[in-house]
């Protein structure tokens, strides 16, 4: 793992408690509790609740347990994308489907857990496998996304492997 993302809660690219513009809480302009644009359950275009294209739920093209072709236990395809805690740990992987609009993310020992839609402001809004906004994923200084809660707080970010 490269040396920087290793000092990750120090660096103000990824660290939104150093950089207010990469905190939700001191943006409202990335915050989807403050941005309907952003906000899957008041902007349809967003939501896979409304917009079943973006449901791997109800799209089976998307959907890795009937998709094995996005299942990493099964195929070798695989973003490069890693999921890691504030403190550098890995935490999953994400897989890219072929609607650019929808990852899916897999823990580290490669579960399905979890997928994101694009919010069209180059970040994502995260489900789980019962359909539930439970996070968002926001793009960071250092060309990845980082992670929150849907209090705001920096659960983890993603990089490059």
Known sequence: MPSGLARARHNASL???FNPSLNP???ALINP???PWIHPERNTRISP????????????????????SLDPKQTLK???????????ELIGYI?????????????KDLT??????????EGYNVFDLEGNWNGYALKNQAG???EFNLEGDWTGFVANR
């Open 15 to 17: 660290n939104p408690q």
């Open 25 to 27: 809480r001191a943006n």
């Open 33 to 35: 509790k403050f941005n």
């Open 49 to 68: 609740k409304f917009n079943r294209s973006l449901n791997p739920l109800f799209t089976l093209s998307l959907n890795p347990t009937f998709n094995p």
């Open 78 to 88: 695989f973003s490069g994308l890693c999921r890691l805690t504030p403190d550098a």
């Open 95 to 107: 897989v890219r489907t072929s609607n650019k609009a929808v990852l899916l993310l897999f823990d």
């Open 112 to 121: 399905w857990t979890a997928y994101a839609v694009d919010n069209t402001r």
């Open 144 to 146: 990845g996304w980082n």
